[in-house]
């Protein structure tokens, strides 16, 4: 798969980058939503996107936001990952397809890219 990593805190987007990478999975990487808004219209749709809420510059619900009004983006799913436990409320009511309370726990990341690796087999 495909996965963007969209996250401020370097050493978030070090490790599950890494991680990603070793289970075979292609990463881009970007520090705010600007960036990552720049990712998407230069290069190809990721299947995925890790978002972190809290950026400066554009925020994950900005990038969000901003992917909804582009047809080619509308439809990439987005799992936020945050450190607050309020952003599970804050991911349902932005359309992601799941939150990811930081730290991370690595069987709860597998869930999310399975589930969205088996939706896309489906759509097939």
């Known amino acids: 798969m495909h996965i963007l990593i969209v996250d401020d805190d370097e050493?978030?987007?070090e490790v599950?980058?890494?991680v990603l990478q070793a289970?075979?999975?292609?990463?881009?990487?970007?520090?705010?939503?600007?960036?990552?808004?720049?990712?998407l219209h230069?290069?190809?749709v990721?299947?995925?996107?890790?978002?972190?809420?809290?950026?400066p510059r554009l925020d994950g619900e900005g990038?969000?936001?901003a992917m909804a009004r582009d047809p080619r983006l509308a439809h990439v799913p987005a799992c936020i990952?945050?450190?607050h436990q309020e952003a599970r409320e804050k991911a349902v009511q932005l359309g992601a397809?799941?939150?990811?309370?930081?730290?991370?726990?690595?069987?709860?990341?597998?869930?999310v890219i399975s589930g969205v690796a088996a939706e896309a087999e489906a759509r097939t």
């Not at 990721?46 to 950026?55: E, G």
């Not at 990811?100 to 990341?109: A, G, S």
Request: overall charge negative; charged content about 20%; proline content about 4%.
């Open 11 to 13: 050493d978030i987007l």
């Open 81 to 83: 990952i945050s450190g």
């Open 42 to 44: 230069r290069g190809s």
């Open 46 to 55: 990721p299947s995925l996107i890790l978002l972190d809420l809290m950026m």
């Open 23 to 39: 289970e075979g999975h292609r990463v881009e990487v970007a520090a705010d939503g600007l960036a990552a808004l720049d990712l």
């Open 63 to 65: 990038l969000l936001k």
């Open 97 to 111: 397809i799941g939150c990811l309370v930081k730290p991370i726990e690595l069987d709860q990341l597998s869930a």
């Open 16 to 18: 599950l980058a890494l």
